[in-house]
Nanobody, 123 residues
Framework: QVQLVESGGGLVQAGGSLRLSCVAS????????MGWFRQAPGKEREFVTAVRWSGGRIYYADSVTGRFTISRDNAKSTVYLQMNSLKPEDTAVYYCAADLAGWGTSASAYDYWGQGTQVTVSS
């Protein structure tokens, strides 16, 4: 098992940047595929980005491509989400997810979730 704790959310003006962190506790973080999802009020949880355990494959939602960057530091058991050129429509609770086998754009592929961190982008 792995426990996930996100941090780094906050209030930022449109065009600004934030970096989210997700620290994992437990065993063998380096073996987990990691993902970021977000959920805005009244909307379903949606895929943002994901990285394979090896770091060799990364996938982004079209809405964040070119603005967001996922990275992982296995030595620190941490995955990051660098968010640049933020837009009001990026406002949501951002969740970190992990799974040993599952990977991809579907939330159902991940067994482990953090509690989420709020990101609010003002216009």
């Amino acid at each position: 098992q792995v426990q996930l704790v996100e941090s780094g959310g906050g209030l930022v003006q449109a065009g600004g940047s934030l970096r989210l962190s997700c620290v994992a506790s437990g065993r063998a973080f380096s073996r987990y595929n990691m993902g970021w999802f977000r959920q805005a009020p009244g909307k379903e949880r949606e895929f943002v980005t994901a990285v394979r355990w090896s770091g060799g494959r990364i996938y982004y939602a079209d809405s964040v491509t070119g603005r967001f960057t996922i990275s992982r530091d296995n030595a620190k058991s941490t995955v990051y989400l660098q968010m640049n050129s933020l837009k009001p429509e990026d406002t949501a609770v951002y969740y970190c997810a992990a799974d040993l086998a599952g990977w991809g754009t579907s939330a159902s592929a991940y067994d482990y979730w953090g509690q989420g961190t709020q990101v609010t982008v003002s216009s």
